[in-house]
């Protein structure tokens, strides 16, 4: 059975940082096609914000516009987890953090396309 715990959120000032852990069981990291990281907002549509292409010529890493240079998405084969470091942490990155695994993954920020979904962590930022 394949698992994905997320763990790491909490409540920081705006400018604080943030380490998300993505735990993989029943499946493995290198051998996973795609992890990505979504959130979602109260009242907002769940998007995706970072991925990882995790095994071919090498990690390729993927991240919207607005947590570029902020976010480093990274993984460990031997703890079987991906990592979504996040600095600068703004207001608006308040939300529910997700970790999906998918086998296919044609566009790493459709939701769709992942096969295997966490719970969820909460990450809170306050002005």
């Known amino acids: 059975q394949v698992r994905l715990v997320e763990s790491g959120g909490g409540s920081v000032q705006a400018g604080g940082s943030l380490r998300l852990s993505c735990v993989l069981s029943?499946?493995?990291?290198?051998?996973?096609?795609?992890i990505g990281w979504f959130r979602q907002a109260p009242g907002k549509e769940r998007e995706g914000i970072a991925a990882?292409?995790?095994?071919?010529?090498?990690?390729?890493?993927h991240y919207v516009d607005s947590v570029k240079g902020r976010f480093t998405i990274s993984q460990d084969n031997a703890k079987n987890t991906v990592f979504l470091e996040m600095n600068s942490l703004k207001p608006d990155d308040t939300a529910l953090y997700s970790c999906?695994?998918?086998?296919?993954?044609?566009?790493?920020?459709?939701?769709?396309?992942?096969?295997?979904w966490g719970q969820g962590t909460q990450v809170t930022v306050s002005s």
């Open positions: 990882i292409y995790t095994a071919g010529v090498g990690p390729r890493a």
């Open positions: 029943g499946y493995t990291v290198y051998n996973t096609n795609c």
């Open positions: 999906a695994a998918g086998a296919f993954v044609g566009y790493w920020d459709r939701d769709g396309d992942y096969d295997y």
